[in-house]
């Protein structure tokens, strides 16, 4: 082989390479467009709603949708460090500080679902009997029953520490399991564990027909209604921020929200999401 051919070959593996370590940045890479949005979410990229509305996207923009896979905490501090385009989260009082703040902007509501307090099937605390979450959470502190807490500073997090701290509750002790992973890692481990978790509704309808050793013991709780938002860059703030208010815009429109709104039936048999003209009631 020629010296030229060898250079030429050393290039095509460094432009190989390099293209190979950009894509295992991602969690997913949705399109193959010539301009680049980079979004964090968490739920909605593990249960594959994000690549189902990206991909119709990406084809409509001409963009490559890159997904990163973080909690709503994690996606509100990335947007602020300015190292994502957007974010879906769900997390309403701290979106509204980052708005308030001035390093998010066009905050726009894209739909909803619901917390799910799930359990052994003996439901050795007795939630099942509770009129409220808080209640059912007393219960649980009550009997020192196994509860797994996703301990990471997202929207979940963020939710059942509310819930604790409504009930007047420290939670500590041995009963109570930190495990910093995502919802559906934290699913299976309170499956195996056979212990108490506070999991979202979409998960759970993914997920409960391998979880044998875990049951539905509350929901339809006003205070664990779900509700999902889409953020972005402020004007001028990141390369990115005109793809970035177009993904946003897109979310709310009805194309997007037909998407949302049927995301799972045909494999569930019931959708994963309630879209956005639903979620408005608990706004």
Known sequence: MQKTQVLAFLFLLFVLSCAQLEKQKYNGVYGSGRGQLVLATGSPGELGL???????????????VCWIKAGSGRSLQLLREKKVDA????????????????????????????????GPKNDPAGVSGAKTIVEAY????????????RADNSGTH???????????????????????????????????????????????????????????????????????????????AAPGVSIAARFVEFLASEKA???????????????????AKYARQYE
């Open 257 to 275: 929200q037909h998407i949302l709104r049927n995301f799972g039936k045909d494999k569930y048999g019931e959708a994963l999401y309630n879209d």
């Open 87 to 118: 974010i879906m989260v769900h997390a309403p009082e701290a979106e509204k500080e980052a708005v308030a703040e001035g390093w998010a902007a066009r905050r726009t509501l894209i739909g909803s679902n619901e917390f799910y307090l799930v």
């Open 138 to 149: 007393k219960k649980i502190a009550a009997k020192r029953a196994k509860f797994l807490s």
């Open 50 to 64: 994000l690549k189902a509305i990206a991909e119709t996207f990406a084809q409509q923009e001409d963009v490559t």
């Open 158 to 236: 963020k939710k059942e520490m509310a819930i604790w701290k409504k009930a007047g509750i420290d939670p500590q002790g041995d009963w109570y399991i930190r495990t910093g992973d995502f919802m559906m890692a934290t699913l299976r481990r309170a499956n195996a564990e056979k212990g108490y978790f506070m999991t979202d509704s979409s998960t759970w309808v993914v997920g409960k027909d391998k979880m044998p050793n875990l049951k539905l013991l509350f929901r339809g709780d006003r205070f664990i209604v779900n509700v999902y938002h889409a953020l972005c860059q402020p004007p001028g």
